[in-house]
């Protein structure tokens, strides 16, 4: 039987994480692999890492804030050196739905299997669609990755990702550390991973804060920008040496 | 009158001051509080610009032979160049110490949960 992670990364999500974790040991009964839930705790000062280790799944401490990114890449390498199949990750804020997970795995049916499905709100428009400000960035960083990488995508700043074997290797390596979403797309891109998207429904944040609000959103757009073409040159010339050339993305 | 205007007995407070930091370099090097492989072009630029001070005449004609008018022009955009090197330097240094340092924290993390897990284990068994 396959084996899948759930990857959970939490900053101060005490609010939303108790409900969440019930729900995804819920769901985890009906998925057609074993599964195995992590919770990343991102060096919170509230009691997230009491109420995830009182809920009985796996709890890994970082000492210090690394952001969103290293948190993911914590539980990327925890499943790839535990030999994983999959991992799949769920933000601790509670958006990602846990019912969907079923959907993401369902689109490894599809021949031949993606290396990543990335969970995409903006597909059917079902759920949460997030703030008009917002979705003009996406739409920004759409038109960008198609630039850049000929990636053509519909939801660049979703973060509810299944990884597959391939992912996960070329992940556990490299993995930006802050805003790392439309990133970590031209990494794979450039990878020659095979990505493709799933409809899935969001909602909206459970509990705790965005990191994206006022003048961030600003240096957001300009950091992501930039890096989303850092990252597609710099993997691109690193896999030319180690990997086949990329592969169109769906 | 020289196109470039010397003016060597006004240099010398830029010697001191040169010599008073390659003095606290020194220090701090004795007290192992910097090391000497960080600090080698940090002590290369000081030497020079001492050189620079204490022969103003010999500056003077490498600052003609580069179209600087005014020493002072010259020794400026030489202490303007240095510190743009210096601090590249220590951005190159200062982002492989943050890498190193985010896996460091990210193995310890991933240790101690396998740690807890055996413990969890063995008290179990036990």
């Known amino acids: 039987m396959q084996r899948l992670l759930i990857v959970i990364p939490a900053l101060n999500e005490q609010e939303a994480l108790r409900a969440l ?6 769901v985890r009964a009906e ?6 839930v992590v919770v990343v705790d991102d060096g919170s000062t509230d009691s997230t890492v009491g ?4 809920s009985g799944v796996r709890v890994v401490r970082l000492c210090r804030n690394l952001g969103i990114g290293g948190a993911v890449q914590t539980g990327l390498r925890l499943a790839y050196r535990e030999g994983f199949d999959y991992a799949v990750q769920v933000d601790g804020d509670g958006q990602h739905p846990p019912s969907e ?102 909602r909206q944040r459970q509990g705790g804060r965005s990191s994206i609000a006022g003048l961030t959103s600003v240096y957001y757009m300009i950091k992501v920008t930039l890096a989303v073409a850092l990252a597609y040159l710099r993997n691109g010339k690193r896999s030319r040496t180690l990997q086949p050339a990329a592969i169109p993305c769906a | ?78 202490a303007i160049m240095a510190l743009a090197l210096l601090h590249l330097r220590a951005l190159v240094t200062l982002s492989r110490i943050e890498a190193r340092s985010v896996h460091l924290t990210q193995d310890l993390a991933l240790l101690e949960e396998r740690l807890d897990q055996a413990l969890d284990r063995e008290l179990t068994r036990g």
């Open chain 2, 1 to 78: 009158m020289s196109p470039v205007e010397l003016e060597a007995d006004r240099y010398w407070p830029f010697a001191v001051v040169c010599l008073v930091q390659l003095l606290l370099l020194l220090r701090l090097l004795l007290r192992e509080r910097i090391t000497l492989q960080g600090s080698i072009s940090y002590l290369g630029f000081l030497g020079l610009f001492l050189l620079a001070a204490l022969f103003p005449e010999a500056t003077g004609r490498i600052a003609r032979a580069m179209g600087f008018k005014v020493l002072s022009n010259f020794l400026f955009c030489l």
């Open chain 1, 21 to 26: 974790i019930d729900e995804v040991l819920r």
């Open chain 1, 51 to 54: 109420v995830a280790e009182k």
């Open chain 1, 31 to 36: 998925l057609p692999c074993a599964c195995e």
């Open chain 1, 101 to 202: 997970i079923a959907r993401l795995l369902d689109r490894l049916r599809v021949l031949p299997p993606p290396d990543m499905v990335v969970g995409s709100r903006r597909l059917e428009l079902r759920g949460y669609q997030s703030t008009p400000a917002r979705r003009l960035g996406q739409l920004w960083l759409r038109v960008w990755l198609y630039l850049v990488c000929r990636l053509r995508v519909t939801d660049p700043t979703s973060g509810f990702r299944l990884y597959g074997p391939k992912a996960l290797a070329l992940f556990q390596q490299t993995y930006a550390y802050d805003f790392p979403e439309p990133e970590s797309l031209a990494v794979a891109c450039a990878g020659g991973l095979r990505v493709v998207e799933q409809s899935v429904e969001m």
